[in-house]
């Protein structure tokens, strides 16, 4: 059983990680820290770990900053961090992987059997199944409901749309503003057929387009959507495969 730490300043992808951890019989999460200076006076007086997940980008310290600190402390050391720019960083850390968030449940669980590979082979094939067992629905907390868990089904949603550091998910029963960010929330719908996004604010489900005028695509809950210019290319595509077209008469 490999023993792990979480020390993420965010509270949902403290969350996110610990379903990936506990989905793999293999890991223990022995603790949570979102605060890196509780983390870095713990970590430094207690036992070595097996694995500790380091978000890069937090206050007071800086997850580069802290690796300095308790790298000693772990076995394996894996950044996650929403930022490529830290890849040159995480390297000279000596971090041993680097997850770029948002990450699958099948990239954690690749990361996780590349890193111990022996002990881990055995599970491999639960690994690669796991992805497969898909939910129809997920939870997340909203803003205007005092963060009460609100259950969303996929066949639901209509559209995401992005709201700076929330997205508004507009669902065939009700709007929910979500404190997550809307990269975060594509890793989610990617897991369920249907969702496309030819807008940078928008991710849509093709199952509730209305019509489509030109570049403009109207949903069925009244939303329209102007494509944007560097998914014209994908848009276009997406019309002329689903496009009905007239055969020749002879």
């Given at each position: 059983?490999?023993?792990?730490?979480?020390?993420?300043?965010?509270?949902?992808a403290i969350e996110g990680l610990e379903r990936y951890i506990n989905s793999i019989p293999d890991l223990e999460l022995v603790k949570s820290y979102m605060d890196p200076i509780d983390a870095?006076?713990?970590?430094?007086?207690?036992?070595?770990?097996?694995i500790i997940f380091l978000d890069v980008d937090m206050p007071k310290i800086t997850g580069?900053?802290?690796?300095?600190?308790?790298?000693g402390k772990t076995n394996?050391?894996?950044?996650?961090?929403?930022?490529?720019?830290?890849?040159?960083?995480?390297?000279?850390?000596?971090?041993?992987?680097?997850l770029l968030k948002p990450y699958s449940l099948a990239k954690f669980a690749a990361t996780i059997s590349k890193l111990f590979p022996k002990r881990m082979a055995?599970?491999?094939?639960l690994l690669?199944?796991?992805?497969?067992?898909?939910?129809d629905f997920f939870f997340v907390k909203s803003k205007e409901d005092n963060l009460k868990l609100i259950r969303i089904s996929f066949a639901d949603v209509i559209a995401v749309e992005s709201k700076l550091n929330y997205v508004?998910?507009?669902t065939t029963k009700r709007k929910v503003l979500a404190y997550i960010s809307l990269r975060e929330i594509s890793a989610i719908l990617e897991e369920y057929p249907g969702f496309v996004r030819f807008q940078r604010s928008f991710i849509i489900s093709q199952n509730h387009i209305e019509f489509i005028d030109g570049n403009m695509i109207k949903m069925n809950n009244g939303i329209t959507i102007t494509v944007g210019e560097y998914y014209r290319k994908h848009f276009t595509a997406f019309v002329s495969?689903?496009?009905i077209k007239a055969g020749r008469k002879n």
């Open positions: 059983m490999y023993k792990c730490v979480i020390i993420d300043d965010e509270s949902h870095l006076r713990e970590i430094s007086e207690s036992d070595p770990v097996d580069i900053e802290l690796s300095r600190h308790i790298r394996k050391l894996i950044f996650t961090t929403a930022h490529t720019k830290y890849g040159y960083d995480a390297f000279e850390a000596e971090a041993d992987a680097y055995a599970e491999e094939p690669m199944e796991t992805p497969k067992e898909k939910s508004m998910i507009h495969e689903k496009l």
